[in-house]
């Protein structure tokens, strides 16, 4: 059965930056797109970044594009995101999830399962 565990999250001042992990266990991972999605209390579970099986494939929400980096490891089964230049409209709880097999990705929440707990993380001004 397949586990992720996020980790990294925290509070961080509008401007900074931080570093998500993503541990995956108890299943083939490098088979297999990853994404991020984060949600926001009140909002919808929203696409971040996804990357492919290989990771020489990432897309990118506009939200993010220019300040998030998506990587992975396949020897360590890690995903990771790195987010630059928080903005206060990035707080929120944050969630790795597998995505579809041999897949250069997708952006689409139905094409992703199982999902982490998520990861909290909160931006101050």
């Known amino acids: 059965q397949v586990q992720l565990v996020e980790s990294g999250g925290g509070a961080v001042q509008a401007g900074g930056s931080l570093r998500l992990s993503c541990a995956h266990s108890?299943?083939?991972?490098?088979?297999?797109?990853m994404g991020w999605f984060r949600q926001a209390p009140g909002k919808e579970r929203e696409f971040v970044a996804a990357?492919?099986?290989?990771?020489?494939?990432?897309i990118y929400a506009d939200s993010v594009t220019g300040r998030a980096t998506i990587s992975r490891d396949n020897a360590k089964r890690t995903v990771s995101l790195q987010l630059t230049s928080l903005k206060l409209e990035d707080a929120a709880n944050y969630y790795c999830?597998?995505?579809?097999?041999?897949?250069?990705?997708?952006?689409?929440?139905?094409?992703?399962?199982?999902w982490g707990q998520g990861t909290q993380v909160s931006v101050s001004s």
């Open positions: 999830a597998q995505g579809p097999l041999w897949s250069s990705g997708s952006s689409a929440i139905k094409d992703f399962g199982p």
């Open positions: 108890g299943g083939t991972f490098g088979n297999y797109a």
């Open positions: 990357i492919s099986w290989s990771g020489g494939y990432t």
